[in-house]
């Protein structure tokens, strides 16, 4: 099929090489604009658009195409039969949807509707859903909201991260729209019974609260790594913990660190902190972070 590809970031790129791999035409990869990044704020283009240029497809990096009947114009002179977007991180309008034969389908990284919007990874693990998985959907013009090609679930278990649940939805993605491409469709229309919607992360989404229940925070812990990453303040510092343990039975005032071994205590039970970082340091265990400064029992977190 003669395709265009829609994506940004790393989740969209196995699912660019899968369609390449299968042979179709992909006679335009659509992606957004170079970033700045780093400590030198030098211009990154996006992990898709570095795959594109790898493969030697042609890449298209519009600002926005919401309004802009040129970008129309130009992506329907396309001769699509189907546009895949996967994570493009722009809002396409009625013309673009339209213009290729088969529409614009999108992989989504949850199992419709139980999660519409952009952040359905972590919304999943946060919630404490016992599965998440792959939604490939015709597009239309609401949020998430079109007919349901195929689905199919990942496990979530009490080790899954945000990191891992990407990396096995972006390979899980990548061979779902191989398929959907390959065989008739059967759309099944989506209905809002269980819908949920799953905002954009921001830093301060990390922030622990310990009045919460040690198991909440130790999803938050799994669900928001590695970005904004869950954080607290120990004395005037902000620290970032990236691996901790639920303790039932443990109790204390909340944030209290109840023993010498960074078991800090919740509004329900305990968190044992396995690994943290200290500001513009590595991710350390537990053991050797404490070997460079002790955390006594009685030590409040914020």
Same mark, same amino acid.
């Given at each position: 099929?003669?395709?265009?590809? $829609?994506?940004?970031?790393?989740?969209?790129?196995?699912?660019?090489?899968?369609?390449?791999?299968?042979?179709?035409?992909?006679?335009?990869?659509?992606?957004?604009?170079?970033?700045?990044?780093?400590?030198?704020?030098? $211009?990154?283009?996006?992990?898709?658009?570095? +795959?594109?240029? =790898?493969?030697?497809?042609?890449?298209?990096?519009?600002?926005?195409?919401?309004?802009?009947?040129?970008? /129309?114009?130009?992506?329907?002179?396309?001769?699509?039969?189907?546009?895949? @977007?996967?994570?493009?991180?722009?809002?396409?309008?009625?013309? $673009?949807?339209?213009?290729? =034969? =088969?529409?614009? #389908?999108?992989?989504?990284? *949850? #199992?419709?509707?139980?999660?519409?919007?952009?952040?359905?990874?972590?919304?999943?693990?946060?919630?404490?859903? +016992?599965?998440?998985?792959? %939604?490939?959907?015709?597009?239309?013009?609401?949020?998430?909201?079109?007919? $349901?090609?195929?689905?199919?679930?990942?496990?979530?278990?009490? *080790?899954?991260?945000?990191?891992?649940?990407?990396?096995?939805?972006?390979?899980?993605?990548?061979?779902?729209?191989? =398929?959907?491409?390959?065989?008739?469709?059967?759309?099944?229309?989506?209905?809002?019974?269980?819908?949920?919607?799953?905002?954009?992360?921001?830093?301060?989404?990390?922030?622990?609260? /310990?009045?919460?229940?040690?198991?909440?925070?130790?999803?938050?812990?799994?669900?928001?790594?590695? /970005?904004?990453?869950?954080?607290?303040?120990?004395?005037? @510092?902000? @620290?970032?913990?990236?691996?901790?343990?639920?303790?039932?039975?443990?109790?204390?005032?909340?944030?209290?660190?109840?023993?010498?071994?960074? #078991?800090?205590?919740?509004?329900?039970?305990?968190?044992?902190?396995?690994? #943290?970082? /200290?500001?513009?340091?590595?991710?350390?265990?537990?053991?050797?972070?404490?070997?460079?400064?002790? @955390?006594?029992?009685? %030590?409040?977190?914020?």
């Amino acid at each position: 099929m003669r395709l265009a590809f $829609m994506g940004t970031p790393d989740f969209a790129v196995p699912a660019l090489q899968a369609l390449h791999a299968a042979g179709h035409e992909i006679a335009a990869v659509y992606t957004q604009p170079p970033r700045p990044a780093g400590r030198g704020q030098a $211009m990154r283009p996006s992990p898709v658009q570095r +795959e594109a240029e =790898r493969l030697g497809l042609p890449a298209r990096c519009p600002v926005r195409v919401k309004r802009d009947e040129a970008a /129309w114009a130009e992506f329907a002179a396309l001769e699509l039969d189907a546009a895949i @977007v996967a994570a493009y991180g722009l809002i396409l309008p009625k013309p $673009m949807l339209d213009a290729p =034969r =088969r529409g614009c #389908l999108n992989i989504h990284a *949850s #199992l419709l509707p139980r999660w519409r919007g952009a952040g359905p990874i972590q919304a999943a693990i946060l919630a404490g859903d +016992e599965q998440s998985g792959i %939604t490939i959907m015709q597009m239309e013009e609401g949020l998430d909201t079109g007919p $349901m090609l195929l689905k199919e679930e990942v496990p979530i278990t009490p *080790s899954t991260t945000a990191t891992s649940l990407h990396d096995a939805l972006a390979a899980l993605g990548a061979r779902l729209i191989v =398929r959907a491409l390959a065989e008739p469709a059967h759309p099944v229309p989506q209905t809002d019974d269980g819908a949920c919607y799953a905002p954009r992360l921001t830093r301060e989404d990390g922030r622990i609260d /310990w009045s919460r229940d040690a198991g909440a925070i130790d999803r938050q812990v799994r669900a928001l790594t590695p /970005w904004p990453g869950a954080f607290s303040t120990l004395g005037d @510092v902000t @620290v970032k913990i990236a691996a901790a343990t639920p303790v039932a039975g443990a109790s204390g005032v909340p944030g209290t660190v109840l023993d010498d071994a960074l #078991l800090v205590a919740c509004g329900t039970g305990a968190l044992r902190i396995d690994r #943290l970082q /200290w500001p513009g340091r590595s991710v350390l265990d537990a053991r050797d972070f404490l070997r460079g400064r002790p @955390v006594p029992p009685g %030590t409040q977190f914020g």
